[in-house]
């Protein structure tokens, strides 16, 4: 089945993200997930996408790796995502798809608020 996936990234201290260090973007790996970054999206999933700002570093069969180069505004938004495949295998079930901020990268300085996951319920 197609997929979308969009992930925003917030500033939420009020203070602009530290373009020093790379702001990186951990997603737990998932076989069953099939996708090819296209760095020139602007749009994944009815939401709006930045995905020219971001690098896809790839996957290590653990987790899969993005890192934005730059400055996130203070209260700003950074947003990346791709379309892909989900392969259920014959199963049906449901699994969560979740997004950390690596802690104290880019300058992030809160590891309590750093991840999301949200559920997403499929069947073959």
Not at 8 to 30: H, W
Not at 46 to 73: A, C, D, M, R, T
Not at 78 to 97: A, C, D
């Amino acid at each position: 089945s197609a997929i979308g996936v969009a992930v925003e990234i917030s500033e939420l201290s009020g203070n602009p993200s530290d373009a020093s260090t790379p702001l990186k973007v951990r997603m737990p790996y998932d076989p069953r997930v099939n996708f090819s970054w296209d760095a020139t999206l602007t749009s994944v999933a009815f939401k709006p996408v930045q995905n020219n700002e971001w690098n896809f570093l790839g996957n290590n069969g653990i987790v899969y790796e993005f890192e934005y180069v730059g400055s996130i505004p203070a209260n700003g938004k950074k947003s990346f995502g791709f379309n892909g495949i989900y392969n259920p295998q014959g199963t049906e079930g449901l699994t969560t798809v979740t997004a950390t901020v690596f802690p104290f990268s880019g300058g992030e300085c809160d590891a309590t608020n750093n991840s999301d996951a949200e559920i997403m319920i499929y069947f073959d």
